[in-house]
């Protein structure tokens, strides 16, 4: 009989590799598992249309896949550097029967914010699904380390891009819709090394909690879904983890592993779908591998 997926996950120690920023996911060993083959669809998002940015690798590849598994058409967006992973993301959707378009450029820009909501709808018809999911990260060791460039680019990409890209998706959102953030549990934890991030989560998880209480006389339903460590390129690419805790990456969880996109994808799929979680906005969903939530 074969394990259950919760203990056939990979654990460390992994490769004690580097990858460059933004981090291909291509060059990442192991591999990420995103195909969920033990994953069962059910139709629950038949006919929508997703947009996923930051779906060219990690989360956002996993939770594309589902959703195209589950019916929805999805669009997604990367950083030019990451076409290689992108172009394998649309593929895998594509393997699913269903129609992926990829959209590039930097979140961090009000135009792009704009241009992929409006492009999604153009090419695929309407809107339905909104997953903020794209970031950035670097660890620090101390606030003096954190310059205002990077201060400022980690908070365009975390917070003010899932503002503008909820902004710009309103006018074609109707009743029913879904808006997933990804959050952290960096947002409760507050971790020493990654100041910045951890605000950005932080304000994302209050942020959910405001947007959803705004939203629920127009029957749009605002969720976060906040990981513990996730093998992604994220924490490889990030220029101030070293390759000793690549490899050790994930250990400390109850678990002692991180999760695989694959483990993090159906709680994406549980919010966005109206039949199984009509009743819940406002939430932030912790999937931290035995970590817990303050409260």
């Not at 690798?57 to 594309?64: E, H, Q, W």
């Not at 195209?68 to 699913?96: C, M, S």
């Not at 020493?192 to 605000?199: G, Q, V, W």
């Not at 029957?219 to 490889?236: D, E, M, S």
Request: aromatic fraction near 6%; hydrophobic fraction near 35%.
């Amino acid at each position: 009989m074969a394990k259950p997926q919760i203990e056939s996950e990979p654990k460390p120690p992994f490769p004690a590799k580097k990858l460059d920023k933004p981090g291909i996911e291509a060059e990442l060993d192991p591999k990420p598992r995103f195909q969920a083959p033990r994953y069962k669809p059910a139709n629950k998002l038949e006919g929508k249309i997703a947009l996923i940015t930051g779906g060219d690798s990690g989360i956002g590849r996993a939770v594309a896949v589902l959703y195209a598994r589950e019916g929805a058409d999805v669009a997604i967006t990367a950083l030019p550097a990451e076409k290689q992973d992108a172009e394998d993301t649309k593929r895998a959707v594509e393997a699913e029967g269903r129609r992926c378009h990829v959209m590039y450029g930097d979140l961090t820009q009000l135009d792009f914010c704009n241009q992929v909501v409006d492009e999604t709808v153009a090419e695929l018809g309407q809107l339905d699904i909104l997953v903020s999911n794209a970031a950035h990260q670097n660890r620090k060791e101390s606030i003096e380390e954190v310059t205002e460039e990077e201060f400022d680019r980690t908070l365009k990409t975390n917070v003010y891009a899932y503002f503008r890209l909820v902004k710009a998706a309103l006018p074609h959102l109707q009743s029913g819709a879904a808006i997933i953030v990804t959050g952290s549990e960096t947002g409760f934890e507050g971790p020493e090394m990654l100041p910045d991030y951890s605000a950005t989560k932080g304000a994302i998880h209050t942020l959910t909690k405001v947007l959803a209480k705004q939203l629920a006389e127009r029957g749009i339903r605002v969720n976060c879904i906040a990981p513990g460590p996730v093998w992604t390129p994220l924490n490889a690419a990030d220029e101030g983890n070293p390759p000793e805790k690549v490899a050790k990456f994930g250990e400390k969880t109850p678990l002692k592993r991180p999760a695989q996109p694959e483990e993090l994808a159906p709680s994406y799929v549980f919010l966005a779908s109206d039949a199984d979680s009509s009743y819940i906005t406002g939430e932030i969903l912790a999937v931290m591998g035995g970590g817990t939530t303050p409260g």
